[in-house]
């Protein structure tokens, strides 16, 4: 994810950092170099593209900006919902640690096992989360805080953040059987696993269901047929302005084509997709700040204004 100020208005013109054109730079160029053949062609051969009027390519346009603005709110939708889930994930760590240290009996060296096995399995769940959305080897997050002697299970687990959430049921029902704290108490706290499981689900849906192919097929066909065809319809009226207002146009929708299609899956790696990296840090640094411990990982910070 970017993470900057708003750039001076003349180096907003300049600005390749977060930006979809390294992206789109291909499509710009193929239609800037088309158009001037095309007015090459008009200059040399009068007459060769006859007037055709702007009126429909207004309406083609029209149409084009439509299928893009719905497509672009779509894939909106799609991120704002992931982060608002990802800032649930983040309330419901932090209400689970405080209840687990603020309601189980910490007198005997049980108790205090106990409490440190919760807060070290939430901590374990949401590198798994992060992991399973973005397919990467989870291992070196999460074995250091997960008993060994699970270790061998938890590598053959289908769904690991679901089986993290497992053991931190048994833990539930290890200190509800020990009587370290009261029904109500453990009633809470398993409705903060609940709704942990219910983020792992939602975030699920998100990645496992993209927008349908046949829609992201026609917005992609429409948008290079109308800016192929966009220099044939201007070049009699506009001249040698024609490459640099095809050229505009080309970054304005493929623009949005591409940008709709990095949004569309918000949990990757790409420069405008979630920081998922830093947000799951946040989480282990605040729950090992609550367990007192001394060394405390730094924060992820952006390196080159990109926080990962």
Not at 69 to 85: D, P
Request: aromatic letters at 10%; proline letters at 6%; hydrophobic letters at 45%.
């Amino acid at each position: 994810m970017i993470v900057r100020q708003k750039p001076h208005r003349f180096k907003i013109f300049f600005t390749l950092r977060g930006s979809i054109i390294p992206k789109i730079y291909p499509q710009i160029l193929l239609i800037a170099l088309l158009s001037t053949l095309i007015t090459i062609v008009q200059h040399w051969i009068p007459n060769s593209f006859p007037y055709y009027g702007t009126a429909t390519f207004t309406l083609l346009g029209v149409a084009l900006s439509l299928f893009l603005g719905f497509r672009n709110n779509a894939s909106y939708q799609r991120w704002w919902e992931a982060r608002s889930l990802w800032g649930q994930l983040v309330y419901e760590c932090r209400s689970l640690t405080r209840q687990v240290l603020s309601f189980i009996d910490e007198e005997d060296k049980a108790g205090q096992n106990l409490q440190k096995n919760m807060i070290y399995l939430t901590i374990a769940f949401t590198h798994a989360v992060r992991h399973r959305l973005r397919d990467t080897e989870p291992w070196q997050d999460i074995e250091r805080f997960v008993d060994p002697t699970h270790h061998v299970s938890m590598r053959q687990a289908q769904n690991l953040p679901d089986y993290l959430m497992r053991l931190m049921g048994k833990a539930l029902g290890d200190i509800r059987r020990q009587g370290l704290t009261s029904e109500q108490v453990i009633q809470n706290m398993d409705e903060r696993l609940t709704s942990m499981t219910i983020v792992l689900a939602a975030c699920e849906r998100i990645h496992n269901t993209p927008l349908p192919f046949a829609y992201m097929l026609l917005v992609h066909r429409t948008t290079y047929l109308y800016c192929i065809m966009l220099p044939f319809g201007l070049v009699a009226s506009l001249g040698w302005a024609t490459p640099l207002i095809c050229a505009v146009i080309a970054y304005t929708f493929f623009g949005l084509d591409a940008l709709s299609e990095e949004l569309e899956e918000p949990f990757g790696m790409a420069a405008n997709q979630l920081p998922l990296t830093a947000l799951s840090r946040t989480i282990e640094i605040n729950l090992l700040e609550a367990l007192e411990e001394p060394d405390l990982p730094p924060a992820i910070a952006p390196i080159n204004d990109y926080l990962s």
